[in-house]
């Protein structure tokens, strides 16, 4: 290499031409054709020429020089076929050097201005060959095949980003929703590329291809990616996002609304059927929330004078809906019913779980019953769990209890007797935290309205006892006659921070942090957090899918049907952990988004807070109208402690971001 030799290097994916100034072992100081001087190492070249220059000539002259020479090499490509080269050449699969490949193309007397053509011309099209600074290699008709479809979709990519961009800018420009059916099917497949980019952020496909889109248009972050979205009428401004983020799905299946709805025309209840027993005779009841729909338990209580007994009613779904039969499926790939302030979406179409399925007043149905005879003191004489039907007498909400719970005999008798059974828990170790809940409900306008519900009113209470004992006396009888089923255990929690009943607001809030996770099993255990030495949950069979399989092993052991053998409990328990855990999140987030938004409007309220602990940059504090957490910064001057009562100031809220924000006032 010497002063004055003309060559090529690549520098920003682009040839570019320059002249050797000097030459200091293997560095090079270079003249390029854009009058730029640059330091670069000898292996960076592309291509050498044995052509000098005569830098005698100025720099301006020589710059000239380079430009000319640049673009008649430029001009030479047009003389270069590569896809005729390669049709030749492939089937060698051997490398050819930089002078024979020149030859081929330019084969009268080719000059270094030939070669630079023919490696600009290999650097332009790279689809047929591999190629260095000293020759080429065919690649395969595969490769080429794979190269090609890889050249189209980074070429389909660059039309979207550029499409994209466009349309996106101009959308935010116009006023309105754009309606759907006017979009073309570039504009939809955009639309979906943005939805994925926005559930799924960098774990979406479209991830990369997003951002470049979103920068083009200049929208900065989720949140404007969120506003387009409801801009082209994806999504509603109060959209349940986790809804598509766990692909859940909020209407049923056609042919399962259909064979649904056949079951319930078509089922003809045998009420001579010997194995079960007629109560249709007692005084039977449901107690729900106002707005329930899907009756799935019932309560009733006689007075035989020297003992109670009490029942305990739960309606036979198993009686309707057969395993692995279509509506049985599609209720185990549920999981759940999903209740949300706004929405509820249920395991069962309506027709089963608020018409065949629901113990609807008068109407008879099919029932497990759990009949328990107490003692006035309230210890369990004996049980017996038995097939039933079942009428119900009278349908009362949890206000109706609270208004006669201290004179109505019926309701005193199951208030007290569900007392004595938690009493008796308590002093078995049980876990009791009590705290308010906070009842979230959106009208049809959107209005929120936000309720606190003391769920140790006497209605409440004596449901949710009466439950947890006939859920207890279900997992006993299923343990003692060696039955498998999904049993639900407890291991003790890290710290105890109160006895019995008797904690504060504070300590119950932080003790349920401290609770430890409940554990699934075929085989039952010790439940700490109830102080019960077996649990199934089977009182919700219309709601929940565990209940549906815990009821079907119940029937399994009084002969109604074939009992699920312990692996295919595992099983479920597997395949439902999952959707139970987005079951579980979707309601949290949006009972939370639905209170911040009701707090969205009472920006600069005061509210009693506690003092929950201290973070490193503030204290981490309960708002207890709301029974919501939040931050509060550290004030300058001012030192606080956990179950401080304060008051603060509510200074920033939005639903959408997650975010509330106060500060001491």
Same mark, same amino acid.
């Given at each position: 290499?010497?002063?004055?030799?003309?060559?090529?290097?690549?520098?920003?994916?682009?040839?570019?031409?320059?002249?050797?100034?000097?030459?200091?072992?293997? =560095?090079?100081?270079?003249?390029?054709?854009?009058?730029?001087?640059?330091?670069?190492?000898?292996?960076?070249?592309?291509?050498?020429?044995?052509?000098?220059?005569?830098?005698?000539?100025?720099?301006?002259?020589?710059?000239?020089?380079?430009?000319?020479?640049?673009?008649?090499?430029?001009?030479?490509?047009?003389?270069?076929?590569?896809?005729?080269?390669?049709?030749?050449?492939?089937?060698?699969?051997?490398?050819?050097?930089?002078?024979?490949?020149?030859?081929?193309?330019?084969?009268?007397?080719?000059?270094?201005?030939?070669?630079?053509?023919?490696?600009?011309?290999?650097?332009?099209?790279?689809?047929? %060959?591999?190629?260095?600074?000293?020759? %080429?290699?065919?690649?395969?008709?595969?490769?080429?095949?794979? $190269?090609?479809?890889? +050249?189209?979709?980074?070429?389909?990519?660059?039309?979207?980003?550029?499409?994209?961009?466009?349309?996106?800018? #101009?959308?935010?420009?116009?006023?309105?929703?754009?309606?759907?059916?006017?979009?073309?099917?570039?504009?939809?497949?955009?639309?979906?590329?943005?939805?994925?980019?926005?559930?799924?952020?960098?774990?979406?496909?479209?991830?990369?291809?997003?951002?470049?889109?979103?920068?083009?248009? *200049?929208?900065?972050? $989720?949140?404007?990616?969120?506003?387009?979205?409801?801009?082209?009428?994806?999504?509603?401004?109060?959209?349940?996002?986790?809804?598509?983020?766990?692909?859940?799905?909020?209407?049923?299946?056609?042919?399962?609304?259909?064979?649904?709805?056949?079951?319930?025309?078509?089922?003809?209840?045998?009420?001579?059927?010997?194995?079960?027993?007629?109560?249709?005779?007692?005084?039977?009841?449901?107690?729900?929330?106002?707005?329930?729909?899907? %009756?799935?338990?019932?309560?009733?209580?006689?007075?035989?004078?020297?003992?109670?007994?009490?029942?305990?009613?739960?309606?036979?779904? *198993?009686?309707?809906?057969?395993?692995?039969?279509?509506?049985?499926?599609?209720?185990?790939?549920?999981?759940?019913?999903?209740?949300?302030?706004?929405?509820?979406?249920?395991?069962?179409?309506?027709?089963?779980?608020?018409?065949?399925?629901? !113990? +609807?007043?008068?109407?008879?149905?099919?029932?497990?019953?759990?009949?328990?005879?107490?003692?006035?003191?309230?210890?369990?004489?004996?049980?017996?769990?038995?097939?039933?039907?079942?009428?119900? +007498?009278?349908?009362?909400?949890?206000?109706?209890?609270?208004?006669?719970?201290?004179?109505?005999?019926?309701?005193?008798?199951? =208030?007290?007797?569900?007392?004595?059974?938690?009493?008796?828990?308590?002093?078995? *170790?049980?876990?009791?935290?009590?705290?308010?809940?906070?009842?979230?409900?959106? #009208?049809?306008?959107?209005?929120?309205?936000?309720?606190?519900?003391?769920?140790?009113?006497?209605?409440?209470?004596?449901?949710?006892?009466?439950?947890?004992?006939?859920?207890?006396?279900?997992?006993?009888?299923?343990?003692?006659?060696?039955?498998?089923?999904?049993?639900?255990?407890?291991?003790?929690?890290?710290?105890?921070?109160?006895?019995?009943?008797?904690?504060?607001?504070?300590?119950?809030?932080?003790?349920?942090?401290?609770?430890?996770?409940?554990? !699934?099993?075929?085989?039952?255990?010790?439940?700490?957090?109830?102080?019960?030495?077996?649990?199934?949950?089977?009182?919700?069979?219309?709601?929940?899918?565990?209940?549906?399989?815990?009821?079907?092993?119940?029937?399994?052991?009084?002969?109604?049907?074939?009992?699920?053998?312990?692996?295919?409990?595992?099983?479920?328990?597997?395949?439902?952990?999952?959707?139970?855990?987005?079951?579980?999140?979707?309601?949290?987030?949006?009972? =939370?988004?639905?209170?911040?938004?009701?707090?969205?409007?009472?920006?600069?309220?005061?509210?009693?807070?506690?003092?929950?602990?201290?973070?490193?940059? *503030?204290?981490?504090?309960?708002?207890?109208?709301?029974?919501?957490?939040?931050?509060?910064?550290?004030?300058?001057?001012?030192?606080?402690?956990?179950?401080?009562?304060?008051?603060?100031?509510?200074?920033?809220?939005?639903?959408?971001?997650?975010?509330?924000?106060?500060?001491?006032?």
């Amino acid at each position: 290499m010497e002063v004055g030799n003309i060559v090529e290097y690549i520098d920003r994916q682009k040839i570019t031409c320059a002249v050797v100034l000097e030459v200091k072992k293997q =560095r090079l100081r270079l003249l390029t054709e854009n009058n730029r001087e640059v330091n670069l190492s000898a292996s960076r070249l592309l291509h050498r020429d044995n052509v000098r220059l005569d830098l005698s000539q100025g720099r301006d002259r020589t710059v000239v020089t380079l430009k000319e020479l640049a673009n008649k090499r430029k001009a030479l490509i047009s003389h270069v076929d590569i896809k005729d080269l390669w049709e030749v050449l492939n089937t060698e699969q051997e490398w050819i050097d930089l002078a024979t490949m020149t030859e081929f193309c330019f084969p009268n007397s080719p000059s270094g201005d030939h070669e630079s053509a023919v490696m600009r011309a290999f650097f332009n099209d790279r689809l047929y %060959f591999k190629f260095n600074p000293t020759g %080429f290699f065919p690649n395969s008709q595969e490769q080429v095949e794979r $190269l090609t479809a890889q +050249k189209k979709d980074a070429q389909r990519k660059e039309r979207i980003v550029e499409v994209g961009a466009n349309w996106l800018r #101009n959308t935010l420009d116009q006023g309105g929703v754009i309606i759907a059916n006017t979009l073309s099917d570039e504009q939809k497949e955009i639309i979906e590329i943005l939805k994925s980019y926005y559930l799924f952020e960098k774990e979406s496909n479209y991830y990369a291809l997003a951002q470049a889109m979103l920068a083009k248009a *200049g929208i900065d972050g $989720l949140g404007g990616v969120f506003k387009v979205l409801v801009k082209l009428g994806v999504f509603d401004e109060d959209e349940n996002i986790d809804l598509h983020r766990y692909e859940i799905e909020t209407d049923f299946p056609d042919n399962v609304v259909e064979n649904a709805s056949k079951l319930a025309e078509s089922f003809q209840l045998i009420s001579t059927d010997d194995r079960r027993k007629d109560l249709t005779s007692l005084p039977i009841m449901t107690i729900d929330g106002q707005g329930t729909l899907d %009756f799935d338990d019932a309560l009733s209580i006689e007075d035989y004078g020297n003992y109670f007994r009490l029942g305990v009613h739960i309606v036979d779904v *198993g009686n309707f809906i057969r395993k692995g039969d279509l509506i049985d499926q599609e209720a185990q790939d549920r999981g759940s019913s999903i209740y949300m302030p706004d929405h509820k979406i249920s395991m069962l179409p309506s027709s089963l779980a608020e018409g065949l399925c629901s !113990l +609807k007043a008068d109407k008879i149905r099919p029932a497990i019953s759990t009949m328990i005879n107490l003692s006035h003191t309230g210890e369990i004489i004996d049980y017996d769990i038995i097939p039933s039907l079942i009428k119900v +007498k009278q349908q009362l909400t949890y206000y109706d209890v609270n208004i006669v719970a201290d004179e109505n005999k019926e309701m005193m008798i199951l =208030r007290d007797i569900a007392e004595k059974f938690r009493k008796n828990r308590l002093d078995a *170790g049980a876990v009791q935290i009590i705290t308010p809940e906070i009842n979230v409900w959106v #009208n049809d306008d959107r209005e929120v309205s936000v309720s606190k519900i003391n769920r140790e009113s006497p209605g409440r209470m004596l449901v949710s006892e009466l439950m947890i004992m006939a859920n207890w006396l279900m997992a006993k009888f299923l343990a003692e006659n060696n039955m498998p089923a999904i049993f639900r255990s407890q291991p003790e929690p890290r710290e105890r921070l109160y006895k019995g009943d008797e904690g504060s607001i504070f300590q119950n809030w932080m003790q349920r942090k401290l609770i430890s996770r409940f554990v !699934l099993s075929h085989l039952s255990d010790w439940h700490s957090g109830l102080g019960l030495e077996a649990y199934v949950t089977a009182t919700s069979p219309i709601r929940k899918y565990f209940d549906l399989v815990t009821q079907r092993q119940v029937r399994a052991v009084l002969g109604l049907e074939q009992p699920y053998s312990a692996e295919e409990i595992d099983k479920i328990i597997q395949l439902l952990e999952i959707p139970m855990s987005h079951v579980a999140r979707i309601q949290t987030a949006r009972h =939370r988004y639905w209170l911040l938004k009701h707090l969205e409007k009472r920006v600069g309220q005061k509210d009693e807070a506690i003092v929950l602990y201290k973070r490193r940059n *503030g204290y981490q504090i309960l708002l207890p109208e709301y029974m919501i957490e939040c931050e509060l910064p550290i004030s300058s001057g001012i030192e606080l402690k956990p179950e401080d009562y304060i008051q603060v100031t509510i200074q920033h809220v939005s639903a959408r971001r997650d975010s509330l924000s106060v500060f001491m006032g």
